[in-house]
């Protein structure tokens, strides 16, 4: 039987379309993150980025792979209801944990986060993979936008810097330019989320976010886990996040002692 937050027919949408809502993903956890947030942007880490140019409004703050330094976050990546229903939605006996990733838009941040799926940026493939994006705050107009059914496109969409906005690669023939899903009449899902509601979308789902231009913040956190069929693979130049001096080799499974095994369905 699915974890009780979500259902059989949950599992078939987020395979079929690649994103649903899980209500109340981390609603016992909400202080606990918020409180970690605010240590993450008193103390940024080494991947810290501030995402406005010089004239933009507001802030917009992301910084990820901080779980093993801020003890707030560790303690809801393995304390959550996350894993399991991570295992659930992507049908993996096993759920290993990839990286965390704050993302914070103060209030009168008109920059919306760019169209992108985050499987181009990493060092992972695989069809069993969730990321699950948490607001901390209740948002309407600054939620998180995906597309349905973009992690079944036979082309992965090119990556790219979001504030210099070039290429990360220099392969561009690999990649489907970025598309403008609103221009384009693309299914974009959208959600009305209270704090510790989480949209669980796969890696390959093209997702991005409006500006945030309300009169309070959007605090999100995000939790990227992977399952059994995930892989180490090269790219053509430095991933994001980079974790330089991992030694793996192409088609091994993620180091469990860098990327540790957060649920087994065999032990639980």
């Known amino acids: 039987?699915?974890?009780?937050?979500?259902?059989?027919?949950?599992?078939?949408a987020f395979q079929r379309d690649g994103v649903i809502l899980v209500k109340g993903l981390f609603k016992d956890h909400v202080d606990t993150l918020r409180k970690g947030v605010e240590r993450n942007m008193a103390e940024p880490g080494e991947y810290a980025a501030e995402n406005l140019k010089p004239g933009e409004g507001g802030r917009f703050f992301d910084d990820y792979c901080n779980w093993n330094r801020i003890a707030e976050f560790e303690e809801v990546i393995r304390t959550s209801p996350a894993a399991e229903v991570a295992a659930d939605l992507m049908r993996s006996d096993r759920v290993q944990l990839f990286h965390d990733h704050v993302l914070v838009k103060e209030p009168g941040t008109s920059k919306p986060t760019p169209w992108h799926q985050d499987g181009p940026y990493y060092f992972v493939e695989g069809r069993q993979t969730v990321s699950f994006w948490s607001p901390l705050d209740p948002v309407r107009e600054a939620t998180l936008r995906c597309v349905a059914g973009s992690h079944l496109w036979p082309k992965a969409v090119l990556p790219t810097r979001w504030l210099s906005e070039t290429t990360f690669y220099p392969d561009e023939d690999n990649y489907m330019p970025v598309p403008d899903p609103d221009a384009e009449g693309m299914d974009i899902r959208e959600f009305a989320m209270e704090p510790g509601d989480a949209v669980a979308f796969n890696y390959m789902t093209l997702h991005g976010a409006r500006g945030n231009t309300s009169t309070t913040r959007?605090?999100?956190?995000?939790?990227?886990?992977?399952?059994d069929d995930a892989r180490y693979v090269e790219r053509?130049?430095?991933?994001?996040?980079?974790?330089?001096?991992h030694d793996m080799v192409p088609g091994q499974r993620l180091?469990?002692?860098?990327?540790?095994r957060l649920f087994d369905r065999a032990s639980a």
């Open 218 to 227: 959007r605090r999100a956190f995000s939790l990227r886990l992977v399952g």
């Open 255 to 260: 180091r469990e002692d860098w990327f540790p």
């Open 236 to 245: 053509p130049g430095r991933t994001s996040p980079p974790y330089p001096g």
């Open 1 to 12: 039987m699915p974890h009780p937050l979500i259902s059989q027919a949950d599992i078939d």
